[in-house]
């Protein structure tokens, strides 16, 4: 007898994103929802709050509803153009991270690496003299 099973791939089924549109029995979205793009925007729009609230309120004493524009409209943006990332095959949330770990371990102590390890930096030129 033999066995003829279909075989399936779920790497998309893995890789799509998690989406919802019922919030509770009553109350239904009409669109729906996807979850990592609500959690951007809802970080993007925290960090403004905590960190650029003065700058941001001083705007919107100049333009009438400018810091509802800026705190609606960045952390749109900001979610708009991460869905459009290509991050090496990784996630968004992986990607970032490693980003993150690179800058603070690499680029900010500016180390240089040769061969996957680290190496003394000479800040003089070197020169070579020639030998007769």
């Given at each position: 007898?033999?066995?003829?099973?279909?075989?399936?791939?779920?790497?998309?089924?893995?890789?799509?994103?998690?989406?919802?549109?019922q919030?509770?029995?009553?109350?239904?979205?009409?669109?729906?929802?996807?979850?990592?793009?609500?959690?951007?925007?809802?970080?993007?729009?925290?960090?403004?709050?905590?960190?650029?609230?003065?700058?941001?309120?001083?705007?919107?004493?100049?333009?009438p509803?400018?810091?509802?524009?800026?705190?609606?409209?960045?952390?749109?943006?900001?979610?708009?153009?991460?869905?459009?990332?290509?991050?090496?095959?990784?996630k968004?949330?992986?990607?970032?991270?490693?980003?993150?770990?690179?800058?603070?371990?690499?680029?900010?102590?500016?180390?240089?690496?040769?061969?996957?390890?680290?190496?003394?930096?000479?800040?003089?030129?070197?020169?070579?003299?020639?030998?007769?």
């Open positions: 007898m033999s066995r003829n099973r279909e075989r399936f791939n779920y790497k998309e089924v893995f890789e799509e994103k998690i989406k919802f549109k919030l509770t029995k009553y109350f239904v979205l009409p669109e729906f929802v996807v979850l990592a793009d609500l959690v951007t925007f809802v970080i993007v729009a925290f960090l403004l709050a905590l960190f650029l609230r003065k700058p941001i309120s001083w705007i919107g004493g100049i333009v509803g400018g810091s509802w524009l800026i705190y609606l409209g960045v952390p749109y943006l900001v979610t708009v153009n991460l869905g459009k990332l290509i991050p090496d095959g990784k968004v949330h992986q990607y970032l991270f490693d980003l993150v770990l690179f800058y603070v371990n690499v680029v900010i102590p500016k180390r240089k690496y040769c061969q996957d390890r680290v190496v003394e930096v000479v800040e003089e030129p070197v020169v070579y003299e020639k030998i007769e």
